[in-house]
């Protein structure tokens, strides 16, 4: 194989969503190249595989709410089922944030999201310490998805449409010739092409730079810790998210069963570590136990006495941009474009991704959605992007 129309550099969800929206678009000759023996073994397969439109930005609420649907509507079943998202405000100040965000999250479309009591709270997850708690929102569309089974939907959805996938091909760089793309070089060889799409998630930086561009992302370590609690979890638990630290924890499932395998009192829980320092480390650090423990017992009691099952705690990479939105679109190299930078939302927002880079890959920009605010010309520019509720 020495040639496509576009080559993918990266089997995680992210490259497979683009293979999928380009070959139902009809441009069928797409090569997807990832360096590991099988797919989503980078940040996907470690996702937690949560989905929220509960968001600041309006850039971040309609890529989600566009995403959301297409979960929905998806002749694949990848799994989605909106538990919801309810988010916890420890001061008058973080409410009134959550009413104004949930108001202009019902503006772009998201019926249903609501301010919650502390009363109300308590009766939509028994058992939660809500003593520091003043009030919050809830997202009834928000819940969860199957990362793997989403990449799985992509990948067999491209694949029937004629794109192709190869594992075990290392990228090394990308060619160019009077300021475009000619081909991307192998460990194995050249593969010529007119387009490329840097999907490497974590990793996308050093592509970037093999053509001399600086793509400001960078890898930050994120740790999952599973747990059985004592006894079975709250019925229809949603996602419960602190928002004053970013502690986390849901129902949790092991996307290589799926959710029919769900234990009743399995948990995951999460805590974005301050201290955590950008690094391409992925070993799961047991210091991070205490830590989370102390928040999880905190909000919620019921947890108390859970039982660490330390094979399936877990630690990917964020890949974080500087104002924590995804990077998508061309840039001065013709035919090289980015899909990076989701900063923990890339399975998520994976869908308008995929559509909003093949409608600029084939006609010029996003038609469905103006995703030009997420452009990489805005780091130097100056006009990043606001947004608050990331963890
Ligand atoms: C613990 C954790 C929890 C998360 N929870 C959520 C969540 O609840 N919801 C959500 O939306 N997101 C979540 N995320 C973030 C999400 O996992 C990522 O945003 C998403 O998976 C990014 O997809 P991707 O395809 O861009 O990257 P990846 O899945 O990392 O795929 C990139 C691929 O590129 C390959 N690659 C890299 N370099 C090369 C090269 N030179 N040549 C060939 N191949 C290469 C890699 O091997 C990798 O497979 C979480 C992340 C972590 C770590």
Redesign the pocket.
């Known amino acids: 194989m020495s040639k496509a129309e576009v080559v993918i550099?990266?089997?995680?969800?992210?490259?497979a969503s683009v293979a999928y929206h380009l070959a139902e678009r009809g441009c069928s000759d797409v090569l997807v190249?990832?360096?590991?023996a099988s797919?989503?073994?980078?940040?996907?397969?470690?996702?937690?595989?949560?989905?929220r439109a509960q968001f600041e930005t309006d850039i971040n609420i309609q890529q989600s709410l566009y995403s959301l649907d297409f979960f929905r509507d998806w002749d694949f079943d990848c799994e989605y089922d909106p538990k919801g998202y309810l988010l916890l405000a420890a001061s008058e100040r973080q409410l009134a944030y959550l009413s104004r965000t949930g108001e202009r999250q019902i503006e772009l479309g998201y019926e249903g999201v609501h301010l919650v009591t502390q009363a109300e709270i308590e009766a939509m997850v028994p058992g939660l310490n809500v003593s520091d708690v003043v009030g919050g929102s809830f997202g009834p569309r928000d819940g969860f998805i199957n990362?793997l089974a989403v990449l799985e939907g992509f990948l067999v959805g491209a694949s029937q449409r004629g794109a192709r996938v190869l594992t075990g091909?290392?990228?090394?760089k990308i060619a160019t010739d009077k300021g475009r793309v000619t081909s991307i070089v192998t460990a194995d060889g050249v593969i010529e092409c007119t387009n490329v799409v840097i999907?490497?998630?974590?990793?996308s930086a050093r592509?970037a730079a093999s053509v001399g561009i600086d793509l400001p992302v960078t890898p930050l370590r994120?740790?999952?810790v599973w747990a059985h609690a004592p006894e079975p979890l709250p019925e229809d638990l949603p996602m419960v998210i602190d928002l004053q630290d970013g502690f986390h924890f849901r129902p949790a499932i092991d996307f290589t069963h799926g959710a029919a395998a769900q234990d009743p009192r399995a948990v995951m829980f999460?805590w974005p570590d301050p201290e955590e320092p950008p690094s391409f480390a992925t070993s799961f650090d047991e210091s991070i136990l205490d830590k989370v423990g102390e928040r999880a017992y905190h909000r919620a009691p019921f947890l108390a006495g859970s039982k660490i099952i330390y094979e399936k705690c877990?630690?990917?990479?964020?890949?974080n941009s500087p104002d924590h939105h995804a990077i998508l679109g061309g840039c001065e190299v013709e035919g090289l474009y980015f899909?990076?930078g989701?900063s923990?939302?890339?399975?998520?927002?994976s869908p308008a991704t995929g559509r909003a880079l093949a409608e600029i890959i084939l006609d010029g920009e996003a038609s469905f959605l103006d995703v030009s605010s997420l452009h990489i010309d805005r780091f130097a520019k100056g006009e990043l992007l606001h947004e608050t509720a990331f963890i």
Do not use: C
């Not at 923990?344 to 927002?349: D, K, L, N, R, T």
């Open positions: 550099i990266g089997g995680g969800v992210v490259g190249l990832e360096r590991a797919l989503g073994e980078g940040s996907t397969g470690k996702a937690t595989g949560g989905a990362p091909v290392d990228v090394r999907a490497a998630g974590a990793w592509l994120r740790q999952i999460a877990r630690a990917g990479l964020y890949e899909a990076n989701f923990g939302h890339g399975v998520m927002h």
